[in-house]
């Protein structure tokens, strides 16, 4: 029997699972955020509405590990490549994708936390 409802990745496109082995021309982040976005229903935001540090991340070369990507949902492709010092946000009315830089703060817990372990192992010695 079939189901008259959508899928999931149909309802939420952000939600469609992807595997991709990324061509030898894709070279940056930017180009990898594209070359995903195609097919998806979702483009980047315009540049002159796209943050300086978020413009950096699209500039910076793509990580070899990243080159296959999956399977798993595009959102979480897309985060996978903007790291975790960015946050992915979506804009589902006009169906656009970027990037805002997380509060400094919010990186730098897991760094704190590692110096403060490392200060205490160093104490105990």
Same mark, same amino acid.
């Given at each position: ?45 315009? %540049?002159?509405?796209? @943050?300086? /540090? #978020? *413009? +950096?991340?699209? &500039?910076?070369? !793509?990580?070899?590990?990243?080159? =296959?990507?999956?399977?798993? %949902?595009?959102?979480? @492709?897309? /985060? #996978? *490549? +903007?790291?975790? &010092?960015?946050? !992915?946000?979506?804009?589902?009315? =006009? ?9 400094? /703060?919010?990186? +730098? ?17």
């Amino acid at each position: 029997m079939y189901s008259a409802a959508p899928t999931q990745a149909q309802a939420e496109l952000l939600e469609a699972t992807v595997t991709v082995q990324l061509p030898d021309r894709i070279q940056t982040i930017g180009e990898t955020v594209r070359y995903l976005l195609q097919r998806s229903g979702y483009r980047l935001a315009a %540049t002159e509405y796209t @943050a300086p /540090e #978020t *413009l +950096a991340l699209f &500039a910076l070369p !793509l990580p070899a590990v990243h080159r =296959h990507l999956g399977p798993m %949902t595009l959102r979480e @492709a897309l /985060e #996978t *490549l +903007a790291g975790p &010092a960015f946050h !992915l946000v979506h804009d589902p009315v =006009h169906r656009l994708i970027t990037f805002t830089r997380c509060v400094p /703060e919010q990186v +730098a817990v897991h760094e704190t936390v590692s110096e403060a372990d490392a200060e205490a192992m160093q104490d105990d010695d």
